[in-house]
């Protein structure tokens, strides 16, 4: 481990270590009501409840989020393939790029949310709908960062590399790998979203099965259990920024991280 990795590790402790603290005040202060702040040591034993074998599948809040975490993973697979795909055809040229993007973007402007119901009754409200309604909200912001990427790429060094007769193979490698830093940009703008959008759609209709991190916040928040509540709120903000610190792992694994921003 590098000394700035080492750094920012620290860092990262340093501030987990005073937010838990802050809250952890809050809580104990009694200026906010439990049935709005719930307390850290309650939290971590709705979250020690989820490795109990004797309690109920419902009652488990990583069973749930299992759930949704696999529903997210799917959405956001397909997204990036489908998105990529569009996404360096829209990068090809310029004139596609002025032609397609408006309509990425008027895509990405709705909130795909406005189309799961329709999903839900075109799949008989199966599980199709909600992976469905996470690729149509991550497909525009994939395609149009990938596009972004691939429309900044440098012609002048495939011409050069055409005219000295370099196999169309390296020259393919190496528009490939320019065009990396936007790939792996676009896999984490739409992995955030895709987490989203998954807790959204289960909040508003419930999946069959019932195991969904959006239908257990809902019941929580209806019923008044605050500590389940925020436990669902910790999961998905651990699970984001986890997956957030790989991506950029790999991201500086393959020194790409100084050619991506946010």
Known sequence: MTKGSAGRLALAAATFAAGL??????????????????????????????????????????????????????????ALLVGMGCGVALGARAWAYVLGEPLFELARAVPPILAFPLLLVAFDFGEPAYVGTIVLGCVPIVAITVARGRLGASRERSELLAVFGVPRSVRALTAIMEVMPSCFLAARLALSTSLVIAVVTEMVFTPRSGI???????????????????????????FGYAANVVLRAVERRLGLERSTST
């Open 212 to 238: 969904a991190l959006g239908a257990l916040a809902k019941e929580a928040q209806m019923s008044f259990e605050t500590d389940v509540y925020f436990a669902v709120v910790v999961v998905v903000g651990l």
């Open 21 to 78: 603290a802050l809250w952890l005040a809050l809580a104990r202060s009694g200026w906010i009501g439990r049935t709005l702040l719930a307390d850290p040591i309650d939290v971590a034993r709705a979250l020690a409840g989820a490795f109990d074998p004797a309690a109920p599948p419902g009652a488990r809040v990583l069973v749930h989020a299992e759930a949704t975490l696999v529903r997210a993973l799917a959405g956001w697979v397909i």
